[in-house]
């Protein structure tokens, strides 16, 4: 990608708000997915990145993790698959003994000018991708949670306004944000909390991948800040939504989307 995402503030220091902690983060190998890495890694988390099959951006994501002096474990499938969900949780404790955060980031997005276009296929791959399996990590991780664990869900500011040629990602999204709510209001007396971030128009290699350039090329600047976002502008809400310092935040869905909702 040119320019390519950017994934790290230089500036950003941790503070150990996750020292001793283990993510599993899906997507993790590049855009938003990369950015938290980074991030829950300078905070003193090791990392469990789960991607499809982008093996040069993993390897990439895990060496700077290892840089930042934090674990690393890679785990490459289809976490639309149930099964691969339950071997994520599998590798996960065997090799780090504990999981303490969920990071459901990973999502597939198709860009068709009407629903018509909407193959069966297509419909059925990206609720699987975007939604199943949340349901399916989550079930998988329920069991080695404790009290002050986390998940935190990648919504979308589609969500709430929708997107005329996104209908079934933008179905998904609502989904998301939904789910979150009610699996917080399921998980509160387990003390363990659900939230979500939901960013605007964000350069990550899922836009070039799946939108026309000449939407692309634009994406964000019908918004106040008149901008796309960068991941790492993202990561921050996502240390939060994990850390002790949101203790008191459940259910909620945080948009960091350079004022686009407001703007509609």
């Not at 951006?57 to 895990?62: S, V």
Request: a negative charge; aromatic letters at 10%; proline letters at 5%.
């Amino acid at each position: 990608m040119i320019p390519r995402p950017i994934s790290e503030k230089p500036t950003y220091l941790g503070s150990g708000k996750l020292i001793d902690k283990v993510a599993i983060i899906t997507g993790g190998d590049s855009g938003i997915g990369r950015a938290v890495s980074y991030a829950y890694a300078k905070e003193g988390a090791d990392i469990v990145i789960v991607y499809y099959n982008e093996h040069g951006d993993a390897e990439e994501t895990r060496n700077r993790v290892q840089e930042l002096g934090q674990r690393c474990l890679t785990i490459a499938g289809d976490i639309g698959d149930e099964e691969f969900c339950r071997q994520i949780v599998d590798q996960t404790v065997s090799t780090f003994g504990r999981i303490d955060i969920l990071v459901n980031n990973a999502a597939v997005q198709f860009y068709q000018s009407s629903i018509e276009h909407i193959t069966r296929e297509q419909l059925e791959l990206t609720f699987r991708t975007n939604i199943f399996a949340m349901f399916y990590l989550t079930k998988a991780v329920l069991p080695y949670f404790k009290p002050g664990s986390a998940i935190i869900n990648t919504s979308s500011a589609t969500s709430t306004r929708g997107f005329k040629e996104l209908i079934d990602y933008s179905a998904t999204k609502g989904a998301i944000s939904t789910f979150t709510r009610s699996l917080a209001l399921s998980l509160i007396d387990r003390e363990i909390r659900v939230n979500a971030v939901a960013p605007g128009a964000t350069w990550t290699p899922l836009v070039p991948a799946s939108l026309p350039p000449d939407y692309y090329m634009s994406a964000g600047y019908n918004n106040p800040i008149k901008r796309g976002g960068e991941p790492t502008e993202l990561a921050p809400a996502y240390v939060y939504l994990a850390s002790d310092d949101s203790s008191y935040v459940v259910g909620q869905v945080i948009h960091v989307n350079g004022g686009e909702y407001f703007s509609q």
